[in-house]
């Protein structure tokens, strides 16, 4: 018997109506009264007024909620209070196990729309036929920390996708970095706990700078070319709105036809990559742990859905023959320049969440779930997760029937004979719990949909029975090298400072020697810049499993090179003093709003500032609050009168150095000499230093911002 499940109503793609939608939420959860509880059950309303009466679980009115219940004035509380009991019973057991993995996330509800039908190579429905809307749950985390973790660890990112087709949920579980670790999921645990917090210490937190990780990791070289991608500024990304997203394995599409394509998936941001520097993200993490959930939703609360694009790599078996490296290796990629990447629809994050617990913290994705159409390669990471997702859930979640609760639910019907279960929250039907069976009607239950159904790809599979790593799988280090030589020459300073920080948290000089043996293979520039730092000799190279290929260079890989010309979805901390030019803090705003950017005022004392006209500007942050690192460019403006409180206030020194240091253009006005020369930046001021008191400044400071940082700081430096 098919169950139509409930479902949260479609999000309109629409802004006006969405942010309409989630407003409307969000006043009902600031305490206006509602008719509904979280389980869809009717709210007793026992008062009349706006308040609803307190109940227990099981809904009994309560009569105090302050004292409990007691033998006398002083006595000892009564085992048969049990008001009580039930709410510190249920206390106690509010935390569930964070996952092993990926433990620190955040997520929101979109809709994906596709571009055009692709029937010709997937009979997936999702992508049926252009303008097709399915609704998705996304859940971006980072992996190693714990859930309390900082938002700006050095990490890879979850980018994990539920798409609610109507032929089934289809999990779309990538990372924001293309590749993998490793090669078989049989190392999964090992990677793991070399990543996580060292167990006979317990730290560091959230971290890969440590002794066990390089260890492991320098004992595996086919994890090189991943340590190229996570020591680049893709670990620490500005926003999960502007970092890209990959299925990473090798994937089948497969027609109606039964005819099957490989596809590998990627998701690229709307507003472009951008990424923060390292010693921003470590400011940032002391300064706002949560800077990237509360980045998402801000956006998301203020309209500025974020959107994706999601592209498409199709190739076919002979692509595959030819391709120097193994298509089912996931520490490869395919390059976009052999095969381009073809966008095919777009997803909009339209709504935040109601309840974190209810939705980020119980979504399970699992790579299992795919609709007809799309189907599994023989990538042996891949073939891992599929069994590591569904155990994982029982963990987590405690009980089969996970996939019940709203945020897992299919939004298509449900009709099988798995029955019972702790927590069974549908009445299931029928008499019949078996098949086959000779009920009819209601009581008959489902049957298999045969060739409707998800049929999988009948692929040739010969061989031996053997535990073996195939030889296709041996080449670690020519695409790690592709990458290095991809990256422009600040991306590059990058990645030997990130390489340099971390080895340098390695106790052990042998870990670093091993590593710098594996780098000298990817290349002798990265390997004696690193050295360099560290302070150690190049050690001889080691020797690699297979010859280094010279492979072209890949302009798709470098974050940099591809950078849009836009200040969109960004933001400029304004820091103004008393006395400042009240046109020009008015202008500035504007200006920098009209092109989709927003501005954040911030002042010595969060009261705000007084203007030239007298007028009282409210602050959002006092500057001791808001570092210039929470913010993609900083303006600061000032009048005789606030020019040496500001030149004063340590904090606001920091706020220009650190913007200077983190090679932000910087917009300087009126009344900021002071603070300059207690900065010690005066004489060295470059282009990216702006006035902004003119309209025309102004208008030249906001195309300035557009563009990229001034990375020649860093180069100079
Ligand atoms: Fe995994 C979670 C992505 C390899 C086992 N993984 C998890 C999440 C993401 C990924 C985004 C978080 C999902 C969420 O937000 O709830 N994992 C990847 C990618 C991999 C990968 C892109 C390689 C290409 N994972 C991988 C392997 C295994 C796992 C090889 C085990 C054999 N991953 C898990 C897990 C987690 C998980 C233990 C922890 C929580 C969860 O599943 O739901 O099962």
């Not at 394509?261 to 949560?290: C, R, Y």
């Not at 990471?381 to 987590?396: E, H, I, V």
């Not at 004696?528 to 798709?556: N, R, Y």
């Not at 901390?573 to 009240?582: E, Y």
Request: charged share 20%.
């Amino acid at each position: 018997m098919a169950t139509k499940k409930d479902s949260a109503p479609r999000p309109k793609a629409t802004k006006a109506a969405a942010v309409k939608a989630a407003q409307a939420t969000r006043a009902t959860t600031a305490g206006e009264p509602t008719d509904e509880i979280g389980n869809g059950g009717e709210l007793h309303q026992r008062a009349g007024g706006d308040s609803p009466v307190m109940t227990t679980a099981h809904g009994a009115p309560v009569q105090d909620d302050n004292n409990s219940l007691r033998a006398g004035d002083r006595g000892p509380t009564l085992i048969s209070d049990h008001h009580f009991r039930e709410k510190i019973f249920h206390f106690d057991h509010e935390r569930i196990p964070e996952r092993v993995v990926h433990a620190r996330g955040y997520g929101a509800h979109g809709v994906f729309e596709a571009y055009e039908s692709l029937a010709d190579i997937t009979r997936a429905s999702i992508f049926a036929e252009a303008g097709k809307q399915t609704e998705t749950f996304v859940r971006f985390s980072t992996v190693a920390g714990n859930l309390g973790s900082f938002d700006l660890a050095r990490d890879v990112r979850g980018f994990a996708t539920k798409f609610y087709t109507d032929e089934g949920n289809w999990d779309l579980v990538g990372n924001n970095i293309p590749v993998f670790f490793i090669q078989d999921a049989v190392k999964f645990p090992d990677l793991v706990h070399s990543v996580k917090e060292e167990p006979d210490r317990g730290f560091p937190q959230a971290q890969s700078a440590h002794d066990t990780f390089w260890d492991f990791v320098s004992l595996m070289p086919e994890a090189t070319h991943m340590t190229l991608w996570q020591m680049s500024d893709r670990a620490i990304p500005r926003s999960f709105r502007m970092m890209q997203g990959f299925g990473v394995h090798t994937f089948r599409f497969v027609n109606a036809a039964g005819e099957s394509t490989f596809v590998k998936f990627h998701w690229t941001p709307v507003l472009g990559m951008q990424s923060v520097v390292w010693n921003e993200a470590v400011k940032i993490n002391g300064a706002d742990p949560d800077f990237h959930r509360r980045d998402l939703f801000d956006a998301i609360e203020s309209g500025a859905f974020p959107e994706y694009e999601l592209g498409i790599q199709v190739f076919d078996d002979a692509f595959a023959d030819s391709f120097d490296f193994d298509v089912l290796d996931a520490t490869k990629i395919i390059p976009e320049e052999l095969v381009p990447v073809r966008p095919v629809g777009k997803m909009t994050l339209n709504r935040v969440v109601d309840n974190v617990f209810a939705e980020i913290e119980q979504v399970a994705f699992m790579t299992q779930n795919v609709p007809p159409g799309i189907d599994f390669s023989n990538d042996p990471l891949l073939q891992g997760r599929n069994f590591s997702y569904l155990d994982t859930q029982l963990k987590r979640l405690g009980s089969t029937n996970f996939s019940q609760l709203p945020v897992n639910a299919p939004r298509c019907p449900v009709a099988h004979f798995q029955r019972d279960g702790h927590m069974q929250t549908s009445t299931q039907p029928g008499r019949a719990t078996y098949e086959p069976n000779s009920f009819t009607g209601a009581d008959r239950g489902p049957r298999a949909a045969g060739a409707e159904g998800h049929v999988p790809f009948p692929g040739e599979v010969s061989g031996q029975t053997r535990r073996i790593r195939s030889a296709s799988f041996a080449d670690h280090y020519s695409q790690a090298r592709q990458f290095w030589l991809s990256q422009t020459p600040v991306e590059q300073v990058h990645i030997i400072a990130a390489y340099a920080f971390e080895l340098g948290k390695c106790e052990i000089p042998a870990i670093r020697q091993r590593m710098l043996a594996n780098l000298r293979n990817v290349d002798d520039v990265l390997a004696s810049g690193v050295a360099d730092k560290l302070g150690m000799p190049l050690p001889p190279a080691s020797e690699p499993a297979a010859p280094v290929i010279e492979t072209e260079p890949s302009p798709a890989l470098s974050i940099l090179a591809n950078a849009k010309e836009t200040f969109e979805g960004r933001k400029l901390g304004l820091l103004v003093g008393d006395g400042a030019d009240a046109a020009a803090v008015k202008r500035l705003t504007k200006a920098v709003v009209k092109v989709g950017g927003t501005v954040e005022v911030i002042a010595l004392k969060v009261g705000g500032a007084t203007l030239s006209d007298g007028s009282l500007l409210e602050a959002k942050q006092a500057v001791a609050g808001a570092p210039s690192v929470l913010y993609d460019t900083v303006a600061i403006l000032a009048g005789a009168d606030g020019e040496p409180a500001l030149a004063d206030e340590p904090a606001a020194r920091d706020f220009l150095t650190d913007a200077f240091a983190h090679c932000k253009v910087i917009g300087l006005g009126a009344g900021t000499q002071a603070l300059v020369t207690a900065t010690g930046l005066a004489g060295k001021l470059d282009d990216a230093c702006l006035a902004v008191d003119t309209a025309k400044e102004a208008t030249a400071y906001v195309a300035r911002i557009a563009g990229p940082r001034h990375w020649e700081r860093d180069l100079t430096a």
